[in-house]
């Protein structure tokens, strides 16, 4: 997948194209995002740029629960909302932000699981 770089590749005010003098460099090229969802724990690592890895959550079932200077291993039941995007808490995946549904009450994703391979979180108040 090939994703645009601004004024790589744009069309001119007349409508006409304007053709770029070079192509996308590898490290331009953008991938399609990691969205981590709700299911039995799966990761997957890939390789970035600088010889590095990074591993990133496809789904997940636990969260670590901080509150009150303890951390403690919740189940997630559900996602109850998503303010990235209304589409995220339709179809369940957990971003940074998300209000998720636990066994041990409602909590807010304070990680980045698509992104960094585990999902913490702190409660987040009732409704």
């Known amino acids: 997948m090939r994703k645009s ?22 490290y331009e090229i953008d991938r399609y995002p990691n969205e981590a969802l709700n299911g039995a724990q799966e990761t997957v690592t890939r390789k970035v740029r600088g010889r ?15 509150s009150g200077g303890r951390v403690a291993k919740a189940k997630i039941l ?24 636990t066994s041990e009450g409602r909590c807010r994703v304070v990680s980045r699981p698509g992104q960094t391979g585990t999902a913490s979180a702190v409660p987040a108040g009732p409704a």
């Open 5 to 26: 770089v601004e004024n790589l590749a744009t069309s001119k005010l007349t409508g006409g194209r304007r053709h770029p003098l070079r192509t996308r460099r590898k």
């Open 52 to 66: 590095g890895t990074k591993t990133a959550l496809k789904a997940v079932d636990f969260v670590n629960l901080a």
């Open 78 to 101: 559900k996602v109850l909302e998503n303010p990235t995007n209304n589409d995220y808490r339709r179809r369940g995946v957990i971003t940074k932000g998300a209000v998720l549904e």
